[in-house]
């Protein structure tokens, strides 16, 4: 069958999300043939082009998000010779029918995302999922937001320039209006010009896939099935093939797009009233996705329940845990080795989210219950300076707490000094609120103490040091997790914990904190304690560091159950039969053969053709004629 893939930010691009996943999922389903719409999140993205596309990979087609350019390459022009000689072919200003259709469509968009954003009359909105309750309310915006949606789609499709019209003085205004209407929120009404505009510019980029020319016979109405490998602005070419051609839709997502920007947007410049727009357009979209997808396979329970608060049918989600290599951990987790049997591990990409503070409180601890005790921090800042920085104030946090002497020092003292983990039992209060910790009072201490960690911090003899994977002492990733005989996991935000299925691919035993889908991944293989805790983290590793036969148990028992669930070959088996079960339950349609072609062509004609009886009504909004390319007479043998 042909399965269009369709991305936001990632594949086939060489950096972005789901690139790995999707690459593997593209080569280990040879037997189909994938055509690639993806969406790019930047220049630099674009820059460093694509990966190598292996040979069932059709075609590709590609879209910026980035960039306000109308002439960009990949934009819809107007259909019908008169469209084209009142627009010039291109993205223009529409006539007079046109904005009149605009500001139909786009008033009822608006207010559906202003009203729900209030929680309308009766009905009230979620602050972390934009999910709204049950009720006449949160329908009647469900249905509004449809309406816009669909009817600027075909505005777009039929004559081309939305984003001229969402960036124009009249989109402004209807949001105005919109967002002074009763029944919004405070903040909603309280939004300036500059929020609307900001606003505007945000839903012009989420809004750009309904201005795209692949919604033709030769784009995605050619496929049999599309496959979002992510919710929200990914899904949208989804919807629109649906409802154009009535091709099914495959939803998967690992970490669910709605919690991701709430979480995104809780630190970002933008004001109160722009992030519960942007929160609320988002929290419609995904119930508009996930009501339209034949089937929703998110990567973990942890993002079933966000995707069924958001409004996903529990009968038409399907929990499918996202494969990871294996065979170049096999290796490290069948040999003897256990590691440092007094050092800790650390494994990831340093960032606020992982709260490498409460990690380098809580071995302050350790230390003071075991001497000896090394902790070793691998991995490479994110990217930007946010991430640079970071990276620096836990070095300086490292160097305050263990002096570059090496010897253990007043840990106690120090940690109370620095509100760390001494103090309070429920963790430090400056250092682990969250992802957009600015580290409180003892920021200061931490900078001062910045060019002073020598060799301590910089990967020299002291107890704690920060390396990168690639250096002579860590060639690669497998000798990443057998440096230490214990690997933790200190995050406050966590979706699907990769780094953790890998320490169990090597038989380590791990410390974990509660987030995300942690527990459900460890499965009672290794500790977990409370986040942003360092005393329980530190009891936890003192307790596995002085017994080595209960890690081996441990270590044991995890790289079982990795190999079990986590592995690239169960992913591929479960989309395999995915695929399979959707397409056959696609509507279809007989197609004559061309005229003097007398060649065999197996399932040219379904089997319920000859049945003679009534055949089942399909779905609202799909097309009964619908046939897959493989049973027709166009379509590839494969």
């Given at each position: ?7 936001d ?11 790995l ?21 930047s ?10 596309l ?71 909105a ?25 009817g ?9 320039g ?10 402004v ?10 029944g919004?929120g ?5 939004a ?5 505009l ?48 009535g ?5 998967t997502?690992h ?6 920007h ?22 419609l ?5 996930y ?21 996903a049918?529990p ?46 409180h ?12 090394r ?12 991430g640079?920085?970071?990276l ?26 620095s ?76 979706g699907?914990p990769?780094?953790l299925?890998?320490a ?5 035993a791990?410390?974990?904190?509660d ?40 270590g ?37 053969l ?15 053709a ?9 779905d ?19």
């Amino acid at each position: 069958m042909r399965i269009g893939l369709l991305t936001d930010g990632g594949y086939p691009y060489a950096t972005g999300e789901s690139r790995l996943w999707c690459d593997r999922l593209v080569r280990g389903l040879a037997q189909h043939e994938f055509d690639l719409f993806a969406l790019s999140r930047s220049a630099e993205q674009e820059a460093q082009g694509w990966v190598r596309l292996p040979a069932q990979v059709v075609g590709v087609r590609t879209a910026p998000l980035w960039t306000a350019d109308e002439e960009t390459l990949g934009l819809h022009a107007p259909r019908g010779p008169f469209a084209r000689l009142f627009t010039g072919g291109g993205a223009r200003t529409y006539a007079r029918r046109e904005r009149r259709l605009f500001t139909t469509h786009f008033a009822d968009l608006a207010a559906a995302v202003c009203g729900a954003a209030g929680g309308e009359r009766g009905g009230t909105a979620d602050a972390g999922t934009g999910a709204r309750t049950e009720g006449a309310a949160p329908r009647l915006a469900d249905e509004r937001f449809t309406r816009g949606l669909y009817g600027l789609a075909e505005l777009a499709f039929e004559y081309g320039g939305l984003p001229a019209a969402l960036r124009s003085e009249t989109a402004v205004r209807i949001l105005e209006a919109a967002c002074r209407a009763p029944g919004t929120g405070r903040a909603v009404q309280t939004a300036s010009v500059a929020d609307l505009l900001a606003f505007t510019a945000e839903l012009d980029r989420a809004l750009r896939p309904l201005s795209l020319d692949w919604y033709d016979e030769d784009g995605l109405g050619a496929v049999d099935l599309c496959h979002a490998a992510a919710g929200g602005v990914a899904a949208l070419p989804g919807l629109l093939a649906k409802r154009f051609f009535g091709v099914p839709l495959l939803v998967t997502e690992h970490a669910v797009r709605v919690r991701a920007h709430y979480l995104a947007s809780g630190g970002a410049p933008a004001g109160a009233p722009v992030r519960a727009l942007l929160a609320n357009f988002h929290g419609l979209l995904a119930t508009e996705v996930y009501r339209q997808a034949a089937l929703v396979t998110p990567g973990n329970t942890h993002a079933r329940r966000w995707q069924e608060r958001c409004g996903a049918d529990p009968a038409k989600v399907r929990t499918v845990y996202p494969g990871m290599e294996s065979a170049r951990f096999a290796a490290l987790g069948e040999s003897e080795d256990d590691g440092g049997p007094d050092t800790l591990v650390w494994v990831g990409r340093i960032e606020p989210a992982k709260d490498l503070i409460a990690l380098l409180h809580a071995f302050a601890e350790v230390r003071l219950a075991e001497p000896d005790a090394r902790l070793r921090i691998i991995g490479a800042p994110a990217q930007g300076p946010a991430g640079a920085a970071y990276l620096e104030r836990c070095r300086a946090l490292a160097a305050q707490l263990f002096p570059s002497d090496g010897t253990a020092g007043d840990f106690d003292a120090t940690v109370r000094d620095s509100g760390g983990a001494g103090g309070d039992a429920d963790g430090p209060a400056d250092e682990c609120d969250g992802p957009a910790d600015d580290f409180g009072r003892a920021a200061g201490d931490f900078d001062r103490a910045a060019g002073d960690f020598g060799r301590t911090a910089s990967g020299g003899e002291g107890p704690v040091t920060f390396e990168e994977i690639g250096g002579p002492e860590v060639p690669d990733l497998a000798q990443a997790y057998g440096a230490g005989g214990v690997v933790v996991l200190s995050s406050v935000v966590e979706g699907f914990p990769i780094s953790l299925v890998e320490a169990m691919f090597c038989g380590r035993a791990t410390v974990s904190t509660d987030v995300g889908a942690v527990v459900e991944v460890i499965g009672g293989t290794g500790l977990v304690v409370p986040p942003r805790n360092p005393r329980a983290l530190a009891d936890a590793c003192v307790a596995l560091l002085r017994d080595p036969a209960r890690r081996a148990r441990l270590g044991a028992a995890a790289r079982a159950r990795a190999l079990e669930l986590f592995t690239v070959e169960q992913n591929l088996a479960a989309f395999r039969g995915i695929y399979l079960d959707l397409i056959a339950r696609a509507p279809v349609r007989e197609r004559p053969l061309p005229a003097g072609d007398d060649t065999p062509r197996p399932f040219a004609t379904p089997p319920e053709a000859h049945v003679r009886d009534r055949w089942p009504v399909p779905d609202e909004g799909e097309r009964a004629d619908r046939t897959p390319s493989w049973a027709g007479a166009g379509g590839s043998d494969a």
